[in-house]
């Protein structure tokens, strides 16, 4: 093998940067079949007399069956094989993404949207352990947070291009094209995503030898065997609810509160969502650099976004529109999903390699059980009692629950991180 310096990083290295490139690429395309839907809200509220409690459940009904479904099929996933898993579930999602353009009425959207939810179910989960198992473990926390920053980037093309493609084309075509550019990667990832080079590239980032190969696959008790690893799970999804309610509605609210048309509202609430989706890769960078010989600084970081995150979108929803406003939130957005990277590190941490997968469909249901689901559903119950700023005003208070649990689990991260890796003689605590 040649040293990287004659001709750029050696081959299973690039391999492995692949490997992220087209698994970042399908995690696009999930949350842009997943958020195009928030793009289209006022027109189908028009079109069909809708409330926003029933918009809400339309946006609620994907994340709750990801949060049902991404455990049972992690699980599979993780016997049947998780690249060829990964194809089908884009497959599923993107074929269901056409049947939501082709609805006649609001019960075929929900049945198209619940079937999306099925198929986006364990891609997160499984694409990040994917991942994970091509690189070395110093960079866990860049890593989950610029892979899951991949669901935000989706949301702001899903956000965006299907604001635009709804004013130029109507609101069905929005979902058509999205749907055809998830087949498209579908069918090109088993090609190039292998199994056996994928070996190959774990084995050049020092990956540890997979559990199952010596038939010693642990317990899936171990996957909540520290109190660290559950405050993990619910710390990420209480912070969640916040990181899933404001994109939801932001196209709404811009509509409302700022009176700009459906296709110029969806556009400014794509802007907010791209600086969150820089916030969570940023975020994870620091979490991985300010805990080089600290682990536990990662979680005190983690605190500080939360209680930073709740100040300011506190600020910024007790300010009259304008300016002042928009930078407020702009700060409040870019840290709403600051904490994925660090709760990412912390599952992996604290979880046997042979398991991620399940492990990060652990997370992933945490997420969307505690956060993604109920947080669009109740803000838009909320909104019909109060309006969409009342509601906007309770959110912070998910951010600050977030950080009571994260302080929780910094008081026994340290001796969970020991524990879990007291069998592997020459670990190093990253």
């Avoid at 980032?205 to 065997?225: C, H, I, M, V």
């Avoid at 990181?243 to 609210?253: K, T």
């Avoid at 709740?310 to 928009?326: E, K």
Wanted: net charge positive; aromatic share 10%.
């Amino acid at each position: 093998m040649k040293p990287a310096g004659e001709s750029g990083l050696p081959a299973p290295q690039r391999y492995a940067w692949l490997i992220f490139a087209l698994s970042f690429g399908l995690l696009i395309s999930d949350y842009m079949a997943r958020q195009v839907l928030n793009a289209v809200f006022p027109l189908l509220k028009v079109q069909w007399a809708l409330s926003d409690a029933q918009l809400g459940a339309l946006s609620g009904i994907v994340a709750l069956m990801v949060g049902l479904l991404t455990f049972p099929l992690s699980l599979l996933a993780d016997r049947w094989g998780r690249v060829r898993s990964l194809a089908l579930m884009a497959v599923l999602w993107s074929v269901a993404t056409f049947i939501c353009g082709m609805a006649r009425n609001y019960e075929e959207m929900f049945i198209g949207r619940l079937l999306v939810g099925v198929g986006e179910a364990a891609y997160g989960s499984v694409g990040i352990a994917v991942v994970l198992s091509v690189f070395p473990a110093r960079m866990r926390a860049t890593l989950t947070g610029a892979f899951m920053a991949g669901g935000l980037f989706g949301s702001v093309l899903g956000v965006g291009l299907g604001g635009f493609i709804a004013g130029q084309f109507g609101w069905r075509w929005a979902f058509v094209g999205i749907a055809l550019f998830g087949l498209v990667l579908a069918l090109i990832y088993p090609i190039v995503v292998r199994p056996d080079r994928m070996k190959l590239a774990s084995e050049q980032a020092g990956g540890q030898p997979d559990e199952a190969e010596t038939n010693k696959r642990p317990p899936l008790a171990s996957l909540f065997a520290s109190r660290s690893v559950r405050c993990a799970y619910v710390g990420s999804g209480a912070q969640l609810f916040v990181g899933g309610a404001v994109p939801a509605w932001l196209p709404s609210y811009f509509n409302r509160y700022y009176g700009l048309e459906p296709s110029r509202a969806a556009l400014y609430a794509a802007l907010f969502i791209l600086i969150s989706g820089v916030g969570m890769i940023l975020c994870g960078i620091a979490s991985d650099r300010v805990s080089q010989g600290a682990p536990e600084r990662k979680i005190s970081l983690a605190i500080v976004y939360c209680l930073a995150c709740a100040a300011f979108l506190s600020l910024a929803f007790w300010m009259p529109p304008g300016a002042m406003q928009l930078g407020a939130l702009a700060i409040g957005v870019f840290l709403a999903a600051a904490t994925s990277g660090t709760s990412g590190a912390m599952v992996a941490n604290l979880t046997p390699l042979a398991i991620h997968g399940t492990a990060f469909a652990t997370l992933t249901l945490a997420n969307n059980l505690i956060g993604l689901a109920p947080g669009p559903y109740l803000t838009g119950q909320l909104a019909d009692s109060v309006g969409l700023l009342g509601a906007f005003r309770y959110l912070p208070v998910a951010s600050i629950v977030a950080a009571v649990v994260f302080y929780i689990a910094r008081r026994s991260y340290l001796a969970d991180l020991a524990a879990q890796r007291a069998p592997k003689a020459k670990a190093v605590l990253i």
